[in-house]
């Protein structure tokens, strides 16, 4: 079992920039291919970028260029950097855990942080 847990939202102008966290408990994190959602009122989850284990990195096409998603390993942790923010990037933003394994595909999701780009 993994438990997921993110940090770093909160209310930004737009323009500016926030770093969201995702921290990992567990052992298994660096076999997890990982990846930030996000959803706003009204709207389904959908994702904003996926890194890969091996560090592939995948960007929805409204966040290319302003989003960046990392991750380390030894710290258990995922990051996605966000710059240049529009009020449209307004949503909860959820960490997801992607585990494959010879005998099933399992998710693990955070409880979602707020960001509220306004001014």
């Known amino acids: 079992q993994v438990q997921l847990v993110e940090s770093g939202g909160g209310l930004v102008q737009p323009g500016g920039s926030l770093r969201l966290s995702c921290a990992a408990s567990g052992s298994i994190f660096s076999s997890l291919s990982m990846g930030w959602y996000r959803q706003a009122p009204g709207k389904q989850r959908d994702l904003v970028a996926r890194?890969?284990?091996?560090?592939?990195?995948t960007y929805a096409d409204s966040v290319k260029g302003r989003f960046t998603i990392s991750r380390d390993n030894a710290k258990n942790t995922v990051y996605l950097q966000m710059n240049g923010l529009k009020p449209e990037d307004t949503a909860v933003y959820y960490c997801?855990?992607?585990?494959?394994?010879?005998?099933?595909?399992?998710?693990?999701w955070g409880q979602g942080t707020q960001v509220t780009v306004s001014s």
């Open positions: 997801l855990g992607m585990e494959v394994t010879p005998k099933s595909m399992n998710d693990y």
């Open positions: 890194i890969t284990t091996g560090g592939t990195t």
